[in-house]
């Protein structure tokens, strides 16, 4: 059992920039990020193997946001610049054994959420 926990989320102007962290109990093959806004379904924003450490992001994310994750104190983190309305959501961490990174089924943990609010 990998329990997570996120932090970071708030509200910040739209261009303004925020961090997301999420801490893993123990460690993991890969960590992600997902979010989901009121009336959507949940999507994939970005992944990482935490060994080897290569990452995978949506398109949406792709140029504006960086994870990046700590193998050593499994750790993940979300750096958001840029940051459109269109993204205000709840961001979801998430941890997996398998190897699929961008497919939410795949993912066996996740943490309890932190919202993320750009204002216009």
């Known amino acids: 059992q990998v329990h997570l926990a996120e932090s970071g989320g708030g509200l910040v102007q739209a261009g303004g920039s925020l961090r997301l962290s999420c801490a893993a109990s123990?460690?993991?093959?890969?960590m992600g990020w997902f979010r989901q806004a009121p009336g959507k379904e949940r999507e994939f924003v970005a992944g990482?193997?935490?060994?080897?450490?290569?990452?995978h992001y949506a398109d949406s994310a792709r140029g504006r946001f960086t994870i990046s994750g700590d193998n050593a104190k499994n750790w993940v983190y979300l750096q958001m610049n840029s940051l459109k309305p269109e993204d205000t959501a709840v961001y979801y961490c998430?941890?997996?054994?398998?190897?699929?990174?961008?497919?939410?089924?795949?993912?066996?943990?996740w943490g309890q959420g932190t919202q993320v609010t750009v204002s216009s």
């Open positions: 990482v193997r935490m060994s080897g450490g290569s990452t």
């Open positions: 998430a941890a997996s054994f398998l190897p699929a990174v961008r497919t939410a089924s795949e993912y066996e943990y």
């Open positions: 123990g460690p993991t093959y890969v």
